[in-house]
């Protein structure tokens, strides 16, 4: 049925190519997000200026004073220099008015990172038309939120109105007509953030973490600070404010901050996954269901998917539990943490310390 209608509506778009010019209409925006010595977080975003949804992208883009990437998310991203992106299956699709983003860690070796160029056909019309035509699909065709079956992780800012002005390339003003090339900014004013339906319970909310020093020393540590929502598009996403660490010593709070999380840079760790509405909607109040689900980490400037298993509870209408099923082993080393964490070990002089750490916690989102 869905099918039907899909292949009805290109059909009539195919016919319209025909008789009017598609429009390409999307901004293709590189930003330098964070930056510190040698290094930089960046990201793209591909801003949907046109009024039918935009289905499939691909980017390009190089440098020219000597950066190369280090890690990568919410795109498939290949080549050394140049690069090039290309959709995942959960953010192929923009909405007209929406953005999505990407993002990357990389090293400038030769000074500060530079902002750079975005090429790609999505970016503008550049009498492509043949090609572009077919990344535009009617918006009866797309499902209004991701299943729960898809595989790939979702973040929470890959499908967002943008309210960046700054630096749109690779929209070449020669290439593009004066309708196509709305800022960002004028397109966000009229787009509406993904309404939150549930809201993380801070009180009631925790996250523990075990840490081990001199092989046999084991001890809990926790955040205080935890922040989180569900959205009407089917993302849940929870916010670990990394200042808010709980060591049981203060002076070994503020070292986990600066040496190992380095909070002046990456003052948060994020966690964003896709989940099923409908499938939750399910669980009566008193019930406890079992999902095995796929989420995106951000930690220190590294995204690493985690799959693994929950046990959501309804509490009543309005409150509802979530908690891991067995601890989750994060390991220093996947999120670049692991010098930091020979920083600690020296600057505390111990034999050594555990770089897997098992995570626990026991969320609580409210019905807004
Ligand atoms: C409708 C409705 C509401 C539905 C909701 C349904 C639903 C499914 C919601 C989804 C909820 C959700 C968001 C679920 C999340 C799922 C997942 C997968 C969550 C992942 C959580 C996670 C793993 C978070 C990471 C937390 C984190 C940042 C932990 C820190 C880990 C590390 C690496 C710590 C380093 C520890 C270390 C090595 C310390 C070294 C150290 C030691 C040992 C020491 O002794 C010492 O003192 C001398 C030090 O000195 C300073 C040390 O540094």
Redesign the pocket.
């Known amino acids: 049925m869905g099918k039907k209608i899909f292949k009805r509506s290109a059909a009539i778009l195919l016919a319209s190519h025909f008789i009017i010019p598609q429009v390409f209409a999307a901004q293709c925006e590189y930003k330098i997000v964070d930056s510190w010595g040698g290094g930089f977080k960046g990201e793209i975003s591909i801003t949907n200026d046109g009024d039918v949804n935009l289905d499939g992208w691909n980017v390009a883009w190089a440098y020219t004073n000597g950066e190369t990437l280090r890690n990568t998310w919410s795109a498939t991203v290949a080549g050394g220099n140049p690069y090039s992106a290309e959709a995942l299956s959960w953010n192929k699709v923009i909405r007209p008015g929406r953005a999505v983003t990407f993002g990357f860690v990389g090293i400038s070796p030769n000074g500060p990172a530079t902002v750079v160029n975005v090429t790609g056909d999505v970016c503008s019309n550049s009498g492509q038309s043949s090609s572009g035509s077919s990344v535009f699909s009617s918006a009866s065709s797309i499902p209004s939120s991701p299943s729960s079956s898809q595989q790939s992780s979702m973040s929470q800012s890959s499908v967002q109105s943008s309210t960046q002005s700054s630096v749109v390339s690779s929209v070449s003003s020669s290439e593009v007509s004066s309708v196509q090339v709305s800022s960002a900014s004028e397109s966000s004013s009229s787009v509406a953030a993904p309404a939150v339906l549930?809201s993380l319970d801070n009180e009631a909310s925790s996250?523990h973490?075990s840490?081990?020093?001199k092989i046999h020393i084991v001890?809990n540590m926790s955040f205080s600070r935890l922040s989180?929502a569900?959205t009407a598009e089917g993302v849940?996403?929870?916010t670990?404010d990394?200042t808010s660490i709980q060591?049981g010593i203060d002076i070994?709070n503020t070292?986990?901050q600066n040496l190992?999380f380095q909070t002046d840079t990456f003052s948060d760790?994020k966690?964003t996954?896709p989940?099923d509405?409908d499938d939750?909607s399910q669980l009566a109040v008193g019930n406890i269901q079992e999902?095995t689900?796929t989420?995106e980490?951000d930690?220190h400037g590294v995204t690493q998917n985690?799959t693994?298993s929950?046990k959501?509870s309804r509490l009543t209408d309005s409150k509802?539990m979530?908690k891991?099923t067995a601890p989750?082993l994060?390991v220093?080393d996947d999120?670049s943490?692991d010098s930091g964490?020979e920083a600690?070990r020296s600057v505390?002089n111990?034999s050594s310390?555990?770089?897997v750490?098992p995570?626990d916690?026991t969320?609580f989102?409210n019905a807004l």
Do not use: P
């Open positions: 549930w996250l973490f840490t081990t020093k001890e989180g569900v849940a996403s929870l670990i990394l060591s070994r070292r986990m190992l760790a966690v996954l989940i509405l939750l999902f689900i989420a980490l930690l985690i693994t929950l959501i509802i979530v891991n989750i994060i220093a999120y943490l964490v600690l505390a111990l310390i555990g770089k750490v995570v916690f969320l989102y």
